[in-house]
């Protein structure tokens, strides 16, 4: 299973980005798939998440500047990302926990990670 994320990059403040995740997998029954992101120095944080049945959850830092949506059948996952501040600047993964109905919070429950994408925000 692979887990692969794009759109990351250098942007101003105020500005937006669009990350994209594909999964490679094909056969994912019941899954969530979400984003976390890593700053310099810091732990992995949860940014945002959606259900198989499209129920959303985001970290409140960015839930009135981000959102989450997903393709059930292109097994794809985007974070729209609106209003960004230098404070956004991280790695962001997408994440998947397979066979799960309920969006979990800490990234122990997510079976499988992309690669990370680099998303630099300048003030």
């Known amino acids: 299973v692979r887990l692969v994320e794009s759109g990351g990059g250098l942007v101003q403040a105020g500005g937006s980005l669009t990350l994209a995740c594909v999964a490679s997998?094909?056969?994912?029954?019941?899954?969530?798939m979400g984003w976390f992101r890593q700053a310099p120095g810091k732990e992995r944080e949860f940014v945002a998440a959606i259900s198989g049945s499209g129920n959303t959850a985001y970290a409140d830092s960015v839930e009135d500047r981000f959102s989450i949506s997903r393709h059930n059948t292109k097994h794809t996952a985007w974070l729209q990302m609106h209003s960004l501040k230098p404070e956004d600047t991280a790695v962001y993964y997408c994440?998947?926990?397979?066979?799960?109905?309920?969006?979990?919070?800490?990234?122990?429950?997510?079976?499988?990670w992309g690669q990370g994408t680099q998303v630099t925000v300048s003030s």
């Open positions: 994440a998947v926990e397979n066979y799960a109905a309920r969006i979990s919070y800490g990234d122990e429950k997510y079976d499988y």
């Open positions: 997998e094909q056969t994912f029954t019941r899954y969530v």
